[in-house]
């Protein structure tokens, strides 16, 4: 664990995460992190976001195990959007 620095609020409300604790954890430009408060004490928590890319392919999955188990076809798929784009 890295030694404690100072850092100040700027007037837009941001804080400046030293580099000796950027580097220690391995923070890159863009990384998202969820804030919490209670009291004195502020906690940010790295939130690692899913790419869309990611989202599709575990919803795909999940998609073809579930019409697995469920026994249905592609032909069923595509039937039942065509009924449903008739109504």
Same mark, same amino acid.
């Given at each position: 664990?890295?030694?404690?620095?100072?850092? *100040?609020?700027?007037?837009?409300?941001?804080?400046?995460?030293?580099?000796?604790?950027?580097?220690?954890?391995?923070? *890159?430009?863009? &990384?998202?992190?969820?804030?919490?408060?209670?009291?004195?004490?502020?906690?940010?928590?790295?939130? %690692?976001?899913?790419?869309?890319? &990611?989202?599709? %392919?575990?919803?795909?999955?999940?998609?073809? *195990?579930?019409?697995?188990?469920?026994?249905?076809?592609? %032909?069923?798929?595509?039937?039942?959007?065509?009924?449903?784009?008739?109504?």
């Amino acid at each position: 664990m890295s030694d404690v620095e100072l850092t *100040k609020l700027s007037s837009k409300g941001q804080i400046v995460i030293p580099q000796s604790v950027r580097d220690e954890l391995g923070l *890159k430009e863009g &990384e998202t992190f969820a804030v919490m408060g209670s009291e004195d004490t502020v906690v940010l928590k790295k939130v %690692a976001m899913p790419s869309a890319k &990611e989202v599709f %392919a575990q919803v795909h999955s999940w998609g073809t *195990k579930f019409s697995a188990k469920k026994g249905l076809k592609e %032909a069923d798929l595509q039937a039942t959007i065509k009924r449903s784009r008739a109504r």
